[in-house]
């Protein structure tokens, strides 16, 4: 079956450390976006990219990063210097064309104790 | 920029009535409208979308209609069941935003037996 996989489901991590959050597509799509989720909250868009080796920042990047070096995957790092990481984290792709639908990963729930 | 702006919520119905949740929207270009839907703990999965003005969108008995000239997407159900609750997410995508997707903030749904 074709979808979009994120890993771990749940995720700790102490205070002043990174951690990598693991993204895989088996769609075929050119475009895939990290999104931040809070309580109550809509998404806010952490990074995205269109095309394999190149990527953009969102509305808040700040304490993150990613790499696109493959198709199909699109981790995204949380580093120590996002004060406030706990947080659900989506993964979408899609087609990259204005008038196709985004496909979304399960989520990963990172909790930092 | 672009913006989705959705009812707040939450919003508590009883089994069998009238759903309706609003939203508006403000694009530069000429967007594609999506309703998504989020189970607790999961990621978002597409209900409906329309491409152009005047198209309706219908899925499991979900609908809205693209209205350009009062710039909505209202979703409508004529008939709430236990398990429609959920959040919901209005959602655009526009070519002169490089085809991403701006979302509301979620409309939060209990359909009580």
């Known amino acids: 079956d074709g979808g979009i996989t994120q890993s771990p489901k749940y995720l700790f991590r102490k205070e002043g450390q990174n951690v990598t959050l693991s993204c895989e597509q088996n769609l075929n799509h050119d475009a895939m976006y990290w999104y931040r989720q809070d309580p109550g909250q809509g998404l806010r868009l952490i990074y995205y990219s269109q095309i394999v080796n190149d990527f953009q920042k969102g509305d808040i990047a700040e304490g993150y990063s990613v790499s696109r070096e493959k198709k199909e995957s699109f981790p995204l790092t949380v580093t120590s210097a996002q004060k406030n990481p706990t947080a659900f984290y989506l993964c979408a792709s899609s087609r990259g064309q204005v008038n196709t639908e985004a496909f979304f990963g399960q989520g990963t729930r990172l909790t930092v104790v | 920029g672009d913006s989705v702006t959705q009812m707040e919520g939450p919003v508590t119905l009883s089994e069998e009535a009238f759903l309706t949740i609003n939203c508006t929207y403000t694009a530069t270009g000429y967007p594609s409208l999506f309703w998504y839907v989020q189970y607790p703990g999961e990621g978002l999965q597409l209900l409906l979308k329309?491409?152009?003005?005047?198209d309706k969108g219908s899925n499991k008995g979900f609908e809205a209609t693209y209205r350009k000239e009062t710039t909505s997407f209202h979703l409508e159900k004529g008939s709430v069941q236990v398990s429609d609750s959920a959040v919901y997410f209005c959602?655009?995508?526009?070519?002169?935003?490089?085809?991403?997707?701006?979302f509301g903030d979620g409309t939060t749904l209990t359909v009580k037996p």
């Open positions: 329309a491409t152009k003005a005047d």
């Open positions: 959602a655009l995508s526009d070519r002169d935003n490089a085809g991403k997707s701006t």
